[in-house]
């Protein structure tokens, strides 16, 4: 049947008992796909007789239909025309994991991040009725993205507003992980509520909110009901702040969900249909790991495996080194919203229970309560994706940066995150930190680095941002002990590097040609005692290889693509690398001198040219009046990057090794 759908027409045309079958194949065709391709699982086969039911009450385009998050519309996306197309789904050129705009007519608004359906739904119910149109408004949101402030503030609006709209609310318990929170207690007491079936329904309640029927009457006999009602129904909170309240409707009975959906149309301003689904249904393993196959990578459908075995990942380093550093330190405190997971902290959430806070899709939140818990004398430790950073920016600044406070934010999936596509990928978080006084920036070039870091971090008692890539490390293995030798710039192992301005010891000298270097006498830090220039201290890069051609400043995940690239061409060229650890404050002592020395500057890093590492260092070029130099950055461009694989991506923008150093050798060769 799967292959006559082509478009909600043809759902339309079907009778119940054939959807039921469609919906049997639709969750087969997308467990083929998801496990080959990888993707969002178990949202998809929860909402399979909900999108059904939807697209045989409502007409897409005219009726707009926008969904919270969008990873859940892969049903949508079937149904409306994109049935092949699904075949290609998060791959480069192929369609997004997301609602797309200019993918679909039936996609009405792009999601991607949490909690904006309700809010641009009321945009458009507004701009409806101000344009006398007439089209029903619907957004479909699941209970985990309910905890997010901006639906709540759009609930808010919403109910008081008395717009005809209609929220379907997707309860499936279930955020990634177990939903959490007060707005979870109480949609768990609705939940136990008789379920809605179009016998049951209390129709005189609907009657009320329906035009033209004895409204005063039936008013006053309301009013007294409602106080009492409330002593008994939880479901009142929804209709005291302005909704009427549907539900709760089986979500996978397609009969009733229609019924309630036809319903809904005739009742007037804002309604809440309150739908309950399984996550995973209908796929035994996903119905029992949700969590697991909220979003999975490849994996094989007969025991749920994945098909490559993961890799140890940068989220998981962070998680063990902050257990170990948490178990030392009683004041280390972990926040997520939502992601335990994704950002590594399962563990943590183990040792550490009383320590570990899933404060729901909340990332404003995360930050505001992680400022107050610092001030308070704790040392909170909050990883969030790059891109979800975005939400907090406000309390970054105004709750942290201004106060100084030492809330230590770890930025996940920072760069390119890939199949998620433009609302997830990690680009823009080097330039808007970088914006934002008092903040210590830094990106480690491998895991151990990273480790270091967050050591550092919980020892500075500043605001620290932390940011790594989605993954593991680059294939390059950097030597523990390497650091810069060349004849001029020799440092044996027990030797300590004063970092502070190459200082020289009056004993004895080595001086390179930019560089001074004291040897044979230990030398301590202000923050650290530090091994060579392994350690990490505010400020301080690490001259990973002299060089007098060409300097290579690069930071995060680029450090290894700068090292090997300098190996690669070693014999024609004799190229300086910089770590620059560093964003902000940018170690603009060593790097000015560096670009002094060579003249030939290349920055590379995975974020947006805009603002990040490529702006530090041509204004760090032109505050120290460097003249004659030439530079080149390798960086994304001004523009949102879609969906591919990472490799894919740094070859389209020319972050490939292969294109950075052909770029090298033209720079280098050109008279
Ligand atoms: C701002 C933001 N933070 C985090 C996420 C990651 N995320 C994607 S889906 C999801 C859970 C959504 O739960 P729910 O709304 O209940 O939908 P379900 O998957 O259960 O259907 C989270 C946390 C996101 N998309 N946006």
Known sequence: MLQEINSPEDVKKLTIEQKK??????????LQ??????????????????????????????????????????????????????????????????????????????????????????????ARDLKNEKSNVIAVIGDGALTGGMAI?????????????????????????????????????????????????????????????????????QRVKRSLKQLIIPKMFFEDIGFTYLGPVDGHNIEELENILKLSTQVQGPILIHVLTKKGKGYEIAEKNPDKYHATAPFNIETGKP??????????????????????????????????????????????????????????????????????????????????????????????AIQKLPVIMCVDR???????????????????????????????????????MLEFAV?????????????????YKFDSNQKAETESYKIDSNQKVETESYKIDSNQKVEAESYKIES???????????????????????????????SIIAIGKMVARAMQIAEELKEKFDIEVINARFLKPLDADLISKSINKTKKVITIEDGTKIGGLASAIDELIVEKQIENVKTKNFAY??????????????????????NIKNEIIKMLEAK
């Not at 605001?463 to 294939?475: D, F, K, L, M, S």
């Not at 030398?523 to 051609?549: C, F, P, R, V, Y």
């Not at 949102?640 to 894919?648: A, D, M, P, R």
Request: glycine share 8%; net charge neutral.
């Open 21 to 30: 079958q469609l919906a049997q194949e639709i969750r087969e065709y997308i």
């Open 33 to 126: 796909i998801v496990s080959e391709n990888g993707g969002h699982l178990a949202s998809n086969l929860g909402v399979v007789e909900l999108t059904l039911a939807i697209h045989s009450v409502f007409n897409v385009p005219t009726d707009k239909i926008i969904w919270d998050v969008g990873h859940q519309t892969y049903v949508h996306k079937i149904i409306t025309g994109r049935r092949e197309a699904l075949k290609t789904i998060r791959k480069l050129n192929g369609l997004a994991g997301f609602p797309k705009t200019n993918e679909s007519e039936a996609d009405c608004f792009n999601t991607g991040h949490s909690s904006t359906s309700i809010s641009v739904a009321l945009g458009m119910a507004r």
């Open 153 to 221: 503030e759009a609930l808010n609006d919403v109910g008081y507003s008395k717009t005809n709209m209609t929220v379907i609310l997707n309860d499936n318990e279930m955020s990634i992980s177990p939903n959490i929170g007060g707005l979870n207690m109480f949609l768990s007491k609705l939940r136990t509520k008789k379920l809605y079936t179009k016998s049951n329904m209390s129709v005189k309640k609907i009657m009320l909110k329906i035009p033209g029927i004895g409204k005063p009457i039936v008013r006053v006999i």
């Open 307 to 400: 098909k490559k075995e993961k890799a140890k990942d940068y989220s998981k380093v962070f998680g063990e080194k902050l257990v170990e550093l948490a178990k030392n330190n009683e004041k280390i405190v972990a926040i997520t919203a939502s992601m335990k997971d994704g950002t590594g902290l399962a563990q943590f959430q183990k040792e550490f229970p009383d320590r570990f806070f899933d404060i729901g899709i909340a990332e404003q939140h995360a930050i505001g309560m992680a400022a107050g818990m610092a001030k308070a004398g704790m040392i909170p430790v909050v990883p969030i994706y790059s891109s979800f950073y975005q939400r907090a920016y406000d309390q970054v600044i105004h709750d942290v």
């Open 414 to 452: 920072a760069g390119i995150v890939g199949a998620d596509g433009e609302t997830h990928q990690g680009t823009l978080d080097l330039a808007f930190f970088r914006l934002v006084p008092n903040l210590n920036i830094l990106a480690p070039k491998d895991f151990k680095e990273l480790e270091d």
């Open 459 to 475: 020892n500075l008692k500043e605001p620290v941002v932390i940011r790594y890539p989605r993954g593991g490390e680059e294939n």
């Open 520 to 550: 044979n006498q230990k030398m301590e830090t202000e923050a650290h005692k530090s091994d060579l220039q392994q350690k990490i201290e505010k400020g301080k890069s690490e001259l990973l290889k002299e060089g007098k051609n060409l």
């Open 637 to 658: 461009p001004d523009e949102f990057i879609k969906h591919g694989t990472v490799s894919e991506i740094e070859k389209i923008y020319g972050l490939d090794a292969e």
